[in-house]
């Protein structure tokens, strides 16, 4: 079912967590919210479920307004972030209270409940944990739980509020890949909240990127990373390399060494360059670039990690493939080349990811 | 582990000191008075213990005792809950006053209790002349013992509820919600099977301090033999008449009732032991 969302305000006391916020999510999409932690994301998904209420704005459901409507008369299947189990209740009952909570006349029988419960914990893979208790589960068993139980309303869309959030990084993996073939399987409208940029770029078809309340880009994965609409969008999305730089003529200066860059960027003048790690060539030989020394080498992980103290001041760090690290010993005198870069106005650095001073 | 070693480590003659000075306040202090009632109460034999206990007056107290305890404490309990309810599920003004005048009736003296409650509905009170007019009697009268032990009695229900409530946070609640449950549904269904063994817990407190309510009882009681005496002040009452034996046998039936609602208690605490550990396996 399609949701459109509309100039969404919210305040908590004076604190402005959203600030007009429009989105639109199409029937069967599995949308992204994502941002830093007080960007307003989990606010924006409890304002859809009903559970915040919204200053002012309007939330629909393929074009029927949602506002109205307590959130008990929505139908949305919402996972909160710790689970929010009935620990009282067992894993079947806890799957069955949203068919037994329906009103008389809607509720099914006892039998169709059953079914319907096993039905349910086998498409979670829990089939035979029926009569355990929540404490009793793993994370990313309870986690499947919630997941069942909000499944079993029928709701029109889902809601999942940081869902992998309490989870250990490989049970992490496992439920995202499963996560999106149960999303492919029910065809259900998706809106999950993250902080984990990788998870939004490996689950979503699209990422709302919020900021201080505010949608800062909304796109597929491919164009957030790839075409980037701010320095934050740029910086949130992965590892930055930022450094001070000049316009002339088209190209970025950085310590006299021009960089291509890509994208839009200011006319001239004084702006901030944005460089992922991986996009530096390393040479050792003299020539143009930006001088430095090596000063560790992490060797260890996909890709190897040099750490540089640059000659200008300050102090990076960037990614290239173990032959190359090979050929490179800690002191020694390198050349930096950065191979594209992004520029911004240097107007606010977006993080404290800026190279800090280093002492000779 | 580390515990046991220190243990261990401990000088023999330092655990032997250390046990027996427990074990000796605990028989001074506790126990012995405890067991003096008992034989006090028996000294002259089971004819007249049972004749002092069968005695109208005391039947009437230990009658008005139960009726006192059985109007205070659900009413303490209905309001506990709500309490607890609205501080730990809601924001709102006043929020910290409350939760701080709940207490009250922990730290203000059983004798001010009921000595507010003569200045409000006593015949020279507040409320006085007005009740009068309407031939309202409140101050020595059953109604004025419960009034007098529901406020001394408030705390204990919603001190139980209100700290597992703030832990337990609003989520399950929501998530009914988001399942369609109405209010009632997930108060039934949700809430209160989360809250039942602390709130099991809390009435039972309540009701062996409602029962033995004594400063703020004898206050607003008047003393009406038969009438408004409950079983703390009838025992008073027998103790100045030197009547020793009958107000022993009523000390000893009062701390029967007492020590039926520890047992009760411990039994509730071995049930949620057991229900904490089954939840708890693997």
């Known amino acids: 079912m399609s949701l459109e969302i509309s100039n969404i305000i919210k305040q908590y006391g004076r604190f402005p967590a959203l600030k007009g916020v429009s989105l639109f999510a199409e029937d069967g999409e599995f949308l992204a919210l994502l941002g830093p932690s ?112 909000a499944l079993a309303i029928d709701p029109k869309i889902l809601l999942l509020d940081e869902p992998f959030g309490a989870l250990d990084a490989k049970v992490r993996r496992e439920l995202r890949s499963w996560l999106r073939d149960l999303h492919e399987r029910t065809g259900l409208t998706t809106i999950f909240v993250t902080h984990d940029q990788e998870e939004a770029l490996e689950l979503a078809d699209r990422v709302a990127v919020l900021k201080d309340g505010q949608l800062e880009q909304v796109g597929t994965p491919e164009e957030l990373y790839h075409d980037p609409a701010s320095a934050f969008v740029f910086d949130f999305l992965g590892d930055t390399v930022q450094l001070p730089c000049s316009i002339e003529g088209g190209i970025a200066v950085i310590d006299g060494y021009g960089a291509p860059i890509i994208g839009a960027h200011p006319s001239g003048g004084a702006a901030r360059a944005y460089i992922r790690p991986d996009e530096f060539a390393l040479d050792g030989g003299e020539g143009p670039g930006l001088g430095a020394r090596v000063r560790n080498l992490i060797l260890a992980g996909p890709e190897a990690r040099v750490d540089c103290a640059l000659e200008r001041g300050g102090s990076i760090e960037v990614r290239i493939s173990h032959d190359e690290a090979a050929k490179l010993t800690p002191r020694q005198r390198v050349r930096l080349l950065p191979r594209r870069v992004r520029v911004w106005s240097d107007a606010a650095p977006t993080t404290d990811m800026s190279p800090e001073p280093v002492e000779a | 582990m580390s515990g046991r070693s220190i243990a261990r480590r401990d000088p023999p003659w330092l655990v032997a000191a250390l046990i027996a000075i427990a074990c000796l306040y605990f028989a001074l202090v506790l126990m012995m008075p405890l067991v003096t009632v008992f034989m006090e109460a028996f000294r002259q034999g089971t004819e007249t213990y049972l004749a002092a206990i069968s005695e109208p007056d005391a039947i009437s107290a230990v009658k008005l005792t139960l009726l006192v305890a059985g109007i205070a ?116 269904f949700v809430t209160l099977p989360n809250i039942r063994w602390a709130l099991m817990y809390g009435v039972l407190l309540c009701t062996a301090r409602a029962m033995g309510e004594f400063g703020a009882v004898a206050v607003v009681s008047g003393h009406i033999r038969g009438e408004t005496t409950t079983m703390p002040l009838h025992i008073e009452i027998l103790y100045n008449e030197y009547n020793s034996a009958a107000a022993f046998a009523m000390a000893s039936l009062l701390s029967l009732f007492a020590l039926v609602t520890l047992a009760v208690k411990s039994m509730l605490e071995a049930q949620f032991a057991d229900d904490l550990a089954a939840h708890r396996l693997r």
């Open chain 1, 38 to 149: 007080g960007s307003g994301k989990t606010t924006l998904l409890r304002v859809i479920a009903g559970l915040e209420i919204a200053d002012s704005g309007a939330v629909a459901f393929r074009g029927e307004d949602m506002l109205v409507k307590p959130v008990r008369q929505r139908g949305i299947g919402f996972v909160f972030q710790h689970y929010a189990l009935f620990r009282h209740m067992t894993v079947a009952q806890n799957v069955a209270f949203g068919m037994r909570a329906k009103p008389r006349k809607e509720r099914p029988g006892n039998t169709q409940i059953k079914a319907r419960v096993a039905e349910l914990l086998s498409m979670v893979q829990l089939d035979h944990l029926g009569g355990r208790y929540p404490s009793q589960l793993s994370g990313g068993q309870r986690q499947r739980v919630a997941l069942a139980r």
């Open chain 2, 73 to 188: 404490v659900p009413l303490n309990t209905v309001f506990g809950i709500a309490a607890a309810w609205a501080v730990s599920k809601f924001e709102f003004w006043g929020k910290s006053a409350l939760l701080t005048l709940i207490d009250l009736p922990f730290s203000i003296s059983p004798v001010i209790s009921g000595l507010v409650f003569v200045l409000l509905y006593g015949i020279n009170g507040w409320f006085g002349p007005w009740l009068d007019q309407h031939n309202i009697q409140i101050i020595f009268t059953v109604t004025g013992l419960v009034l007098a032990t529901t406020l001394v009695t408030l705390p204990f229900v919603a001190r139980e509820l209100i700290p597992l409530m703030q832990a337990q946070g609003t989520d399950e609640e929501a998530a009914a919600a988001t399942l369609g449950a109405g209010p009632l549904r997930t108060f039934f």
